[in-house]
C-alpha cells in the first residue's frame, strides 16, 4: 500500500508548474477573454504556453509510444492537469491531452506536438473554432474534422473558454461506445483535477489578499470571520485532493469501479471549488467584485467546469445507484 | 500509488476478522459510559489483551504485535466492521500511551503501559476545568512543591472528564509555576484516582450516561515518579497527545466507513420509494465523504512511514471527521422519518457524534490552528 506519486511523476508536475508561471501569468488568463480565439497565444491558434507544453512532449502523454507519444497513464498526468487548473490555462488541455488526442492521433499525428489541436464536448464543445478536430460526447458522439465544420457559437460565464455546439461536418466519424465511455470518464477526472487546482489558487489568492489589507488597524486575515471561512476552503481541498488521485489510479489500472471513482472526485471538487469561488470573493469584499481584479477570471473557470460533464448532483447520482440500488 | 494489501496485510486482517468473528458479543453490550456497561467493557479488553489484540501497535513486552501503521488501520477497520464494542481504554491506550511512549521513563513504561493495556488500571484526561475549556493554556489547579512529603499537593478542579467515575487513574496538567506565563510552568502528572484528597463525582451528559466526572483536588499528595516528561514542561508534552487526540489514532477510518456501510443499509431497507428522493444524494455525499477520509488517511499513512511526523493537519482531520459523523447520523435520523424520535442506536450515535465537534479542542479552535498554521494567517 502506498498512497502517493513517485519522484518522477512529481518532477512532471514541477515543470509543468514552472512552465505556466512562465507562459501563463494571470495577464495571458486576460488576454484570452478578449483575443480571437480565447487561447494563451493571442490572434495565432495554438499560442505560446500551448507549444511550450506540446514541445515538452505533454500533449501527446496518454498517446501511446508508438504513436509517438509518451504512452503515459492517467495517475503520470492528473498532477499536471491540476497545475493547468491552478494557472487557469486558457486552452482546451483536458479535451485534447484525456480526451482527445489519443481518439485522434492515428489520422492526425500532429496533436502529439500541437499543431493539430483537438477539443471535446458534451455538448457545449470549447474553443471549438480554433480547434483542428472535434470530439462530440452528446447527442451522437462523432469525431469530426474541425476546420469544415458549421459551429453555432454561445458564450460561456468564463470569456476565454469560446463554447460552440457542432452543427455539421463533412468529415466526420462515431464514435464506438469504448471510446465513447473511456473519453468520457478521462475528461472528468481532468476537470476533477482542474478544479481541485483552481481550488487552490483561490485559496492562496485569497490568503494572499487577507493578509495584506488593513482594516480596523489590523490585517483581515487576524479576525476569526476570515480565517473559519478559509479554514473551512482547506478542509475541503484536504478531503477533495485523495477523491481525485484515487480515481486517476483506478482509471490507470482499468478497475472496475474506476467510473464510479471518478464520480466521487467531480462531485467533490465541483463542491469544493463552489465553495473556495464564494469564499475567495466575500473575503476580497469589493476588489473580488471588480472586473479588472483576477479573481473572477478564476471563479468563473470553476463555475464553468463545475457543471460541465455532470454536475455534482448527477454524479452524486451515479455513486448512489452504485452503492444504494439492489443489483 | 499502489493500492492493495500485501499478502501478509491480507493474512493480518483474516486473523483479526478470524478473532472477532468468532468472539465479538453477539447482543451489543450495554453503554460503556455507564458503571456497569463500562464492568463489561473493561472484561471485553481483558479479553482482547489475552489474545494480544488489545494495543495491535505496541510493542510484543507491553502486550503488543508490533503492527505496523497499516496493519493498525486494517485493525481498524476490521473492528468496526464487526461491530465490536466501544474502547473505554482509549483515553489510556490512544491518548496518554504515546506520550508515556515519547516522554516517559523506562520505569513508568514498564508500571503504566502492561496494566492500561489490559484494562486492570482504566485512564481519564484531566485537562478540562471550569474556567479552562477552549482556552486550556488557562489551567488554574496547581501543583506545588512539598519537599518534607517529597512531592507536590495538587489543588483545583478538573471537569467534563470522560468516564472519570470509572477509571483508576487521572492523567492532566497542572500549574506548577504560578508565575510563568500562560502555556510555561506546567506539568504533565499521573494520578491516582484513590490518592488521598481526590474527590471525583459523576454526572450526565447529553445522551443521559453518567459519563462526565467533576475531580476536585484538595492537598492530594502525588510522588516524583508520577510526573511525565519532566516539571513545567507539561504544555509540549501534552501537545504530542493532542496531535493523537485529533488525528490518526483516535479516530480511525473504519468508524466512519462502518457508520456509512451501516447508513447504505439503513437506506436499502428503507427501500427509495418510502424516503424522501433529496435523501438519495445525501447519503451518497456522506459515503464520499468517509471514502475520502479513508484515502486521505492512506496518504497521511504514506507520509508518515516515509519518516514525516504527522503536525498540525491533524486540525484539518479533526474538523472532517467530526462533522461527517454528525452528518451520516443526521441524515440516518431524516431517513427514519417519524420514528427518529425513538430510542435506537442512530439516535444514541447522534447524541454522541455532537461531542466530537466539542472535545478534543472545539472545531473553532481547531479552524483558527488551520488558518494560523496551515494557512499562515496572522494570530492578531
Known amino acids: 500500500m502506498e498512497f502517493g506519486f513517485t519522484e518522477d511523476q512529481l518532477a512532471f508536475r514541477d515543470a509543468v508548474r514552472d512552465l505556466l508561471a512562465k507562459e501563463c501569468p494571470p495577464s495571458v488568463v486576460r488576454a484570452a477573454w478578449t483575443n480571437a480565439d480565447g487561447r494563451s497565444g493571442g490572434a495565432t491558434s495554438g499560442g505560446g504556453a500551448w507549444h511550450a507544453l506540446g514541445a515538452m512532449g505533454v500533449l501527446g502523454a496518454l498517446v501511446p509510444e508508438s504513436a509517438g507519444g509518451l504512452g503515459l497513464s492517467e495517475l503520470d498526468v492528473v498532477l499536471l492537469a491540476e497545475e493547468t487548473g491552478r494557472a487557469a490555462l486558457p486552452e482546451p ?27 471535446a464536448g458534451d455538448p457545449l464543445i470549447p474553443w471549438a473554432v480554433s480547434a483542428d478536430v472535434v470530439v462530440r460526447l452528446d447527442p451522437d458522439p462523432v469525431i469530426a474534422l474541425g476546420t469544415d465544420a458549421k459551429f453555432d457559437a454561445v458564450s460561456s460565464v468564463d470569456g476565454a473558454r469560446r463554447l460552440a455546439r457542432l452543427v455539421d461536418a463533412t468529415e466526420s466519424r462515431p464514435l464506438t461506445r469504448e471510446e465513447l465511455s473511456g473519453a468520457f470518464w478521462r475528461g472528468n477526472l481532468g476537470y476533477a483535477a482542474q478544479l481541485l487546482g483552481l481550488s487552490r489558487q483561490m485559496l492562496d489568492l485569497t490568503v494572499g489578499y487577507t493578509v495584506d489589507r488593513k482594516q480596523f488597524g489590523a490585517a483581515i486575515g487576524s479576525f476569526q470571520a476570515i480565517k473559519h471561512q478559509l479554514a473551512n476552503v482547506r478542509v475541503g481541498i484536504e478531503f477533495a485532493a485523495p477523491l481525485v488521485y484515487r480515481a486517476a489510479h483506478s482509471l490507470a489500472a482499468d478497475a472496475p469501479d474506476a467510473a464510479v471513482h471518478v464520480s466521487m472526485a467531480k462531485a467533490q471538487t465541483a463542491d469544493v471549488a463552489k465553495l473556495a469561488a464564494r469564499a475567495a470573493l466575500q473575503c476580497h469584499g469589493a476588489i473580488g467584485y471588480s472586473y479588472e481584479y483576477d479573481l473572477h477570471l478564476w471563479m468563473k473557470r470553476a463555475w464553468a467546469l463545475a457543471g460541465a460533464w455532470g454536475d455534482a448532483a448527477w454524479h452524486r447520482e451515479r455513486v448512489a445507484r452504485a452503492i444504494l440500488d439492489v443489483k | 500509488m499502489d493500492l492493495t494489501w500485501s499478502p501478509a496485510e491480507q493474512e493480518f486482517r483474516a486473523d483479526v476478522a478470524g478473532w472477532l468473528q468468532a468472539n465479538v458479543p453477539s447482543e451489543p453490550l450495554p453503554s460503556g459510559d455507564t458503571a456497569a456497561g463500562f464492568a463489561l467493557h473493561l472484561e471485553w479488553e481483558r479479553k482482547l489483551f489475552d489474545a494480544r489484540w488489545a494495543v495491535v501497535s505496541w510493542p510484543e513486552e507491553y502486550g503488543g504485535r508490533s503492527a505496523s501503521l497499516w496493519e493498525w488501520l486494517i485493525f ?13 481504554t482509549q483515553n489510556g491506550i490512544f491518548l496518554l500511551a504515546p506520550t508515556i511512549f515519547e516522554f516517559g521513563t523506562p520505569e513508568q513504561q514498564d508500571r503504566y503501559l502492561p496494566t492500561m493495556a489490559s484494562g486492570e488500571e482504566s485512564w481519564c484526561q484531566g485537562w478540562s476545568e471550569p474556567d479552562a475549556g477552549s482556552d486550556l493554556a488557562g489551567i488554574r489547579s496547581t501543583a506545588t512543591r512539598d519537599d518534607a512529603a517529597g512531592g507536590w499537593r495538587l489543588n483545583g478542579q478538573k471537569t467534563w472528564t470522560t468516564r472519570g467515575a470509572f477509571c483508576t487513574h487521572l492523567f492532566g496538567l497542572f500549574r506548577t509555576d504560578p508565575s510563568a506565563e500562560r502555556h510555561r510552568g506546567l506539568t504533565y502528572f499521573l494520578v491516582p484516582l484513590d490518592t488521598v484528597g481526590v474527590t471525583v463525582r459523576g454526572f450526565g451528559r447529553l445522551d443521559g450516561d453518567e459519563g462526565f466526572a467533576e475531580v476536585f483536588f484538595e492537598d492530594a499528595l502525588v510522588t516524583d515518579d508520577l510526573v511525565l516528561g ?9 501537545m504530542a497527545t493532542t496531535g493523537s487526540e485529533r488525528g490518526l489514532t483516535l479516530r480511525s477510518p473504519g468508524r466512519f466507513m462502518a457508520t456509512a456501510e451501516r447508513l447504505v443499509a439503513l437506506y436499502r431497507e428503507r427501500g427509495p420509494d418510502a424516503v424522501d428522493g433529496s435523501l438519495r444524494g445525501r447519503v451518497a ?22 519518516g514525516d511526523p504527522p503536525g498540525v493537519e491533524s486540525s484539518l482531520t479533526k474538523v472532517f471527521w467530526s462533522e461527517l459523523d454528525v452528518s451520516l447520523h443526521e441524515i440516518a435520523l431524516d431517513l427514519l422519518g417519524f420514528e427518529a ?6 439516535m444514541k450515535g447522534f447524541e454522541f457524534a455532537l461531542s466530537g465537534p466539542i472535545y478534543a479542542g472545539t472545531n473553532e479552535i481547531q479552524r483558527n490552528v488551520i488558518a494560523e498554521r496551515v494557512l499562515g494567517l496572522p494570530r492578531k
Open chain 2, 230 to 238: 519532566g516539571i513545567d514542561q507539561g504544555w509540549s508534552v501534552a
Open chain 2, 341 to 346: 424520535e425513538l430510542e435506537s442506536p442512530w
Open chain 1, 93 to 119: 488541455f483536458v479535451e485534447h491531452v484525456f480526451v482527445g488526442a489519443p481518439l485522434a492521433v492515428d489520422d492526425h499525428p500532429g496533436v502529439v506536438t500541437g499543431d493539430v489541436t483537438v477539443t
Open chain 2, 285 to 306: 455525499q456522506a459515503y464520499i465523504d468517509s471514502e475520502a477520509y479513508r484515502l486521505q488517511t492512506l496518504q497521511t499513512v504514506t507520509r508518515v512511514t516515509g
Open chain 2, 76 to 88: 481498524e477497520e476490521e473492528y468496526y466492521r464487526a461491530g465490536a464494542p466501544q474502547r473505554v
